[in-house]
């Protein structure tokens, strides 16, 4: 069945610093991914999202491509901030099948001032 | 505009109860859909509600139910509770079925003992 794997954390990393959060799916058909951010104490968010091959997602800095040939959709970001601490977690959903979606584990992102 | 509501915010039940969550979805949104969130996992599809009927349902035993209401609002229900339904219950609503629309409420914490 469809899968989503995540880069475990927790991710600690300096303020400026570049991040990359992998994220690799497994899906039969032509799914939309989906990047979501929990903030601590808040509900989830999406943050972007990108519905089909080579389309770009991009939202506060944040950007991921949607990779069909590597089946990745990797989050990135030039220069993190604090305010970026939260739990990021990857999904995708394949609307002409049964229109569920699924989210991989998470990754807790620590960014030291 | 208060957003997705969620009570209570936490619950401490014994294993074989039963018990109910409830979700009031955010303004003109008439769409909900009922999330299981373990501790260091991702958020799982339960079932997502539409006009008051189910419409879609993720892998979940027939001992989780729910309800929606003409107001919109909706309930979650699981029977004979197992101590493996400890987690957090996300709430999310959205206007139109898809996944990119969702606003998630600040969740439940579902305790069994």
Redesign the interface.
Known sequence: GDSVTQMEGPVTLSEEAFLTINCTYTATGYPSLFWYVQYPGEGLQLLLKATKADDKGSNKGFEATYRKETTSFHLEKGSVQVSDSAVYFCALSERNRDDKIIFGKGTRLHILP | DA??TQSPTHLIKTRGQQVTLRCSPKSGHDTVSWYQQAL??????IFQYYEEEER?R?NFPDRFSGHQFPNYSSELNVNALLLGDSALY?C?SSLT?G??E??????TRLTVL
């Not at chain 2, 969702?102 to 969740?107: R, T």
């Open positions: 957003g997705v260091g996992q991702g958020p799982q599809f879609q993720g996300l999310a079925s996944w990119d969702q606003f998630f409420g600040p969740g």
